[in-house]
């Protein structure tokens, strides 16, 4: 048996460490058998349900091994060339900002660093924009505004070391299962104390402290109410906020008179004295973690969202200290990866937003002929624009927007009419793929290296362990092959993905290197000038330690002009009451034991066990009215579109509300179509679209 090969688990951003045993005891060429790496500091040995059964998907079935045009095999050559000389073309005939690129949180910071300087330093456009604008840019937009940097300033050890610990609109025990499991352990040896704020009674809710049904969209009251409690108990850090935050004129005044307990808890529908028990705790637990993930981001006010919770931490100076920090939980395996070479159009790379001087710095390193000057278009508007005819030539790169953006039906109208449409996947037949000119095969999870960073910005190898399938080759390859094929043969002469890593480590350096930027945490010199042996063997290593050690922040130096935080005014957005015709909310998310659109959970039947099929999720007495009952097949139509659901009975659901799963798409089943139901509305700050509200009804089929 061949020894052990370290990765790091292809689903969640967890970013849990993989012990991966190519073909054991003979077993045949591509097996695997999967445990959990004890030596990776994310998981310590431990793996979830989806991580456990990872060696079930790694089979051929579903794979798209050749290149095509249309339905043709083509060589690489020949599809390379094609999709060069189209881009140009388009271009040249309608500008750069004619052409765009969506790629994904599945890409390895390798690819993302590519494809993001073809874009924004040659092609001369940020039409760049990724899965991850569905996921956590509301984090990003937050933390900008907050600490001027988008750092997330917390780790997994932190929440074995709070004595609270506060998860915000996240179902942390299914969507980040081993986080989910220290903060247990942690709690079962210290007695931490648990809050859980979400609509829903999750699986997260078992166990917890305290459990808070609040409104939907009404996070912004609830952290506004407790910072103006804790205001009136004198539970501020009075000392921090003088030394190390800004506080806009105001700010005070505008609190005292808006948020008091009584209409925190009228706005949030919450009992008083359970809202005061949560305010209590937070008083009496300075070392308090809260923990956020989509049910702040996917708002269409997750930005103020977060600033709100981002505030309460920075008045109670809870940051920057052992168990005390605000920590915005990432869902894919290389969100954060993404974050860091710039992959979103609202970013530059390394952390850099487009002030002038950044896109001169980048420029300078890269030697760019043409470098985007300002912000792209943001994933909702760049589909928006592309059905409007703005968008003549668009690449997607794994991922799935036919199935995963809001109003999913207007995005494949959208690239039916788009001129040009190439996809590069892992897999053959999917719903964005059915309109798509040229395919190219990825290599997918096992066949490629690289690096991913997890949500506490843990930077982890991806390791080969299997040879590449067919044609198939890694995605920074086929983007620099592209990049040559346009004229730039020298800027994407890469050869290993270990030239990659170490011009974006020298970058991050480079944008270090001057007063102009008062100094990033994010910064890679001590890893730019390792050799492929060393980026072969690179142990999991955490950006953004202080130099003694300490998290960021932790010298209370923020990455503003003034070195210090930014306290943000936040407001309340008016919540709707029901509609006539549009009676219930609909909000959506995910299954324990699926990823995504299920083109490799899907592989694994032990995963189908715990939801064999889509269902929408009721309150008994919404049912009862209605008509309905357990196993009944429904209706949940949309202003937007409409799909069948099975029905199941769930009182962890309020009263008007029903949620349905993510995962189901024309591939693989006729109803549970989630993605044609959700508004494209988004964030004003961040683009981030609000999937956890929707205007809904139900009706029995
Ligand atoms: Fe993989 Fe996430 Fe599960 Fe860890 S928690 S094994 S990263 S899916």
Redesign the pocket.
Known sequence: MRAAIRT?????????G?AATPNPDGAGERTVAIR?DEAHP??QG???????HLGETVALTGRLLTPMIGDRRASWDKALDLVARRFADTIARHGPDSVAFYVSGQLLTEDYYVANKLMKGFIGSANIDTNSRLCMSSAVAGHMRAFGEDVVPASYEDLELADLVVLVGSNTAWC????YQRIQAARAARGAKLVVIDPRRTETCEGADLHLALRPGSDVALMKGLLAWLAAENALDREYLARHVEVPEGFWEELEATADLWTTAKTCDLDPQALLRFFELFRDNPRTVTVFSQGINQSIRGTDQVNAILNVHLATGRIGKPGAAPFSITGQ?NAMGGREVGGLASTLASHMDFAPENVARVGRFWAAPQMATKPGLKAVDLFRAMGEGRIKAVWIMATNPAVSLPDAGRVREALAKCPFVVVSDVIAETDTGAHAHVRLPAAAWGEKDGTVTNSERVVSRQRRFMVLPGEAMPDWWIIKEVGRRMGWKGEFAYDHPADIWREHARLTAYQNDGPANGGRVLNLAGKAAIGNQAYEDMEPFRWGNCPDDRGPFADGQFSTPSGKARMVPVVQMALQDPLRDWPLTLNTGRYRDQ?HTMTRTGLAPKLARHREEPLVEVNPGDAEVMGLGSGDLARVSTPQGESLFRVALSDGQRPGEIFTPIHWTDQTSTGGRTGLLPRPLVDPHSGQPGFKSTPARLARV
């Open positions: 790091t688990c292809a689903y969640c951003g967890v970013g849990c993989i959990g994310a998981n431990r793996l979830c349900s989806k991580g456990t980040h299962p081993i986080v395996p990823w």
